[in-house]
Protein backbone atom coordinates (compact mmCIF):
# COMPACT_ATOMS: atom_id res chain seq x y z
CA UNK A 1 0.00 0.00 0.00
CA UNK A 2 1.22 3.66 -0.80
CA UNK A 3 0.51 6.15 1.59
CA UNK A 4 0.53 9.69 0.32
CA UNK A 5 0.03 13.29 2.12
CA UNK A 6 -0.55 16.49 0.44
CA UNK A 7 -1.02 19.67 2.76
CA UNK A 8 -1.88 22.67 2.95
CA UNK A 9 -4.23 25.52 4.43
CA UNK A 10 -7.68 24.67 2.66
CA UNK A 11 -9.56 27.74 3.89
CA UNK A 12 -12.22 28.70 1.67
CA UNK A 13 -12.55 25.18 0.09
CA UNK A 14 -12.19 25.44 -4.21
CA UNK A 15 -12.16 24.04 -7.26
CA UNK A 16 -8.01 24.15 -7.24
CA UNK A 17 -8.02 22.25 -3.43
CA UNK A 18 -10.09 19.19 -4.86
CA UNK A 19 -7.86 19.39 -8.41
CA UNK A 20 -4.41 19.21 -6.15
CA UNK A 21 -6.42 16.20 -3.95
CA UNK A 22 -7.53 14.47 -6.43
CA UNK A 23 -4.29 14.54 -8.04
CA UNK A 24 -2.67 13.22 -4.97
CA UNK A 25 -4.75 10.46 -4.67
CA UNK A 26 -3.55 9.27 -8.06
CA UNK A 27 0.01 8.62 -6.57
CA UNK A 28 -1.34 5.98 -3.91
CA UNK A 29 -3.42 3.44 -1.91
CA UNK A 30 -3.80 6.28 0.63
CA UNK A 31 -4.14 9.64 0.98
CA UNK A 32 -3.76 11.72 3.81
CA UNK A 33 -4.29 15.44 4.26
CA UNK A 34 -2.00 17.63 6.55
CA UNK A 35 -4.70 20.79 7.69
CA UNK A 36 -2.11 24.10 8.28
CA UNK A 37 -3.04 24.74 11.74
CA UNK A 38 -4.20 28.58 12.97
CA UNK A 39 -0.92 30.06 13.70
CA UNK A 40 1.07 28.47 11.07
CA UNK A 41 -1.63 30.23 8.32
CA UNK A 42 -1.65 33.57 10.03
CA UNK A 43 2.47 33.49 10.19
CA UNK A 44 2.57 32.17 6.79
CA UNK A 45 -0.23 33.56 4.45
CA UNK A 46 -3.59 35.30 6.34
CA UNK A 47 -6.02 35.05 8.97
CA UNK A 48 -7.71 32.39 8.67
CA UNK A 49 -11.31 32.48 7.62
CA UNK A 50 -12.29 28.75 8.87
CA UNK A 51 -10.88 27.50 11.93
CA UNK A 52 -8.52 24.72 11.41
CA UNK A 53 -11.00 22.34 12.99
CA UNK A 54 -13.34 23.19 10.63
CA UNK A 55 -10.88 23.04 7.69
CA UNK A 56 -9.93 19.36 8.86
CA UNK A 57 -13.53 18.13 9.22
CA UNK A 58 -14.39 19.81 5.97
CA UNK A 59 -11.39 17.96 3.63
CA UNK A 60 -12.03 15.21 5.38
CA UNK A 61 -15.22 14.66 3.69
CA UNK A 62 -13.97 15.34 0.44
CA UNK A 63 -14.24 11.95 -1.70
CA UNK A 64 -10.09 11.70 -2.35
CA UNK A 65 -9.31 11.77 1.20
CA UNK A 66 -9.00 8.85 3.38
CA UNK A 67 -8.01 10.76 6.79
CA UNK A 68 -6.90 14.43 8.13
CA UNK A 69 -4.88 15.99 10.26
CA UNK A 70 -3.77 19.19 11.69
CA UNK A 71 -0.50 20.06 11.44
CA UNK A 72 1.77 20.96 14.15
CA UNK A 73 2.90 24.55 15.43
CA UNK A 74 6.76 24.56 15.89
CA UNK A 75 7.79 21.05 13.57
CA UNK A 76 6.44 20.58 10.29
CA UNK A 77 8.24 17.12 9.89
CA UNK A 78 6.86 15.91 13.13
CA UNK A 79 3.65 14.93 11.49
CA UNK A 80 5.59 13.68 8.57
CA UNK A 81 7.39 11.15 11.23
CA UNK A 82 4.10 9.74 12.53
CA UNK A 83 1.97 9.50 9.43
CA UNK A 84 5.33 7.45 7.55
CA UNK A 85 4.28 8.75 3.92
CA UNK A 86 5.89 7.51 1.07
CA UNK A 87 5.63 10.41 -1.19
CA UNK A 88 4.53 14.00 -0.30
CA UNK A 89 2.53 15.71 -3.11
CA UNK A 90 3.17 19.07 -3.23
CA UNK A 91 0.44 21.70 -4.54
CA UNK A 92 1.95 23.74 -7.70
CA UNK A 93 1.83 26.68 -6.05
CA UNK A 94 3.30 25.61 -2.25
CA UNK A 95 6.66 27.70 -1.28
CA UNK A 96 8.40 25.01 -0.79
CA UNK A 97 12.21 23.93 -1.92
CA UNK A 98 12.07 20.33 -2.15
CA UNK A 99 15.54 19.77 -2.25
CA UNK A 100 15.41 21.47 1.49
CA UNK A 101 12.55 19.01 2.48
CA UNK A 102 14.55 15.83 1.21
CA UNK A 103 17.57 16.51 2.94
CA UNK A 104 15.47 17.61 6.20
CA UNK A 105 13.41 14.02 5.91
CA UNK A 106 17.21 12.31 5.00
CA UNK A 107 18.61 13.71 8.37
CA UNK A 108 15.88 12.02 10.49
CA UNK A 109 16.01 9.00 8.14
CA UNK A 110 12.83 9.24 6.26
CA UNK A 111 12.81 8.09 2.85
CA UNK A 112 10.08 9.92 1.22
CA UNK A 113 9.56 10.71 -2.61
CA UNK A 114 8.88 14.62 -3.37
CA UNK A 115 6.19 15.31 -6.20
CA UNK A 116 4.74 18.31 -7.45
CA UNK A 117 0.98 18.33 -8.45
CA UNK A 118 0.41 20.10 -11.99
CA UNK A 119 -2.14 23.26 -11.59
CA UNK A 120 -5.64 23.06 -12.38
CA UNK A 121 -6.65 25.90 -14.81
CA UNK A 122 -10.18 25.55 -15.99
CA UNK A 123 -11.63 28.01 -13.47
CA UNK A 124 -10.98 31.78 -12.67
CA UNK A 125 -12.18 30.92 -8.73
CA UNK A 126 -9.43 28.46 -8.41
CA UNK A 127 -7.71 30.39 -5.31
CA UNK A 128 -9.00 31.60 -1.77
CA UNK A 129 -7.59 34.75 -2.75
CA UNK A 130 -9.54 34.67 -6.17
CA UNK A 131 -12.62 33.87 -3.96
CA UNK A 132 -11.91 36.75 -1.39
CA UNK A 133 -11.12 39.75 -4.17
CA UNK A 134 -14.70 38.30 -6.26
CA UNK A 135 -16.63 38.44 -2.56
CA UNK A 136 -15.16 41.81 -2.24
CA UNK A 137 -15.77 43.54 -5.29
CA UNK A 138 -19.09 41.78 -5.42
CA UNK A 139 -19.54 44.03 -1.84
CA UNK A 140 -18.02 47.30 -3.39
CA UNK A 141 -20.34 47.31 -6.37
CA UNK A 142 -23.11 46.35 -4.49
CA UNK A 143 -23.78 42.86 -6.29
CA UNK A 144 -23.61 40.28 -3.52
CA UNK A 145 -27.49 40.08 -2.64
CA UNK A 146 -30.30 40.15 -4.85
CA UNK A 147 -31.88 43.52 -4.95
CA UNK A 148 -28.92 45.57 -3.72
CA UNK A 149 -28.84 48.87 -5.01
Do not use: W
Not at 64 to 88: H, M, R
Not at 93 to 115: H, M, S, T, W, Y
Request: one cysteine or more.
Amino acid sequence: MVRVMATGTFDLLHIGHLYYLEEAKKLGDELIVVIANDETVRKNKHNPVTPQEMRCKLVEALKPVDKAAIGYKDDFLKIVEEIKPDIIALGYDQNFDEEEIRNALKRRGLNVKIVRCSKYSGDDLNGTRKIIRKIADMIDNKKLYRGEK
